[in-house]
């Protein structure tokens, strides 16, 4: 099992969402915890560490420490907005 953390700027782009999309993002977070790199997630190009996940219209970017086993996720945010 790993650890999964928000920092602040995911949890205020978590209270950002709709009820439905909210619920929706918060099972894929909390799947991360058991699978960090679950069947669809991408590594990030120019990146070491960035992973993404889809979760509808929206994507969430994290980061893997496997070494003390922590999932930390960056942003949560819809897919035309995540990359800038």
């Known amino acids: 099992m790993y650890r999964v953390l928000l920092v602040r700027g995911a949890e205020k ?3 950002r969402l709709s009820c439905e999309i909210h619920d929706r993002v918060i099972e894929a977070i909390q799947a ?9 997630c ?5 990146s070491e560490i960035d992973w993404r996940v889809r979760v509808g219209d ?3 970017i994290y980061e893997i420490a496997d070494e003390i086993r922590v999932v ?3 942003r949560v945010r ?5 990359y800038r």
Not at 78 to 82: D, F, I, K, P, T
């Open 13 to 15: 782009n978590l209270s």
């Open 32 to 40: 991360l915890a058991t699978n960090p790199r679950p069947p669809g």
């Open 42 to 46: 991408r590594k990030l190009a120019g």
């Open 58 to 60: 929206y994507r969430v």
């Open 72 to 74: 930390r996720v960056n």
């Open 78 to 82: 819809h897919r035309r907005e995540v």
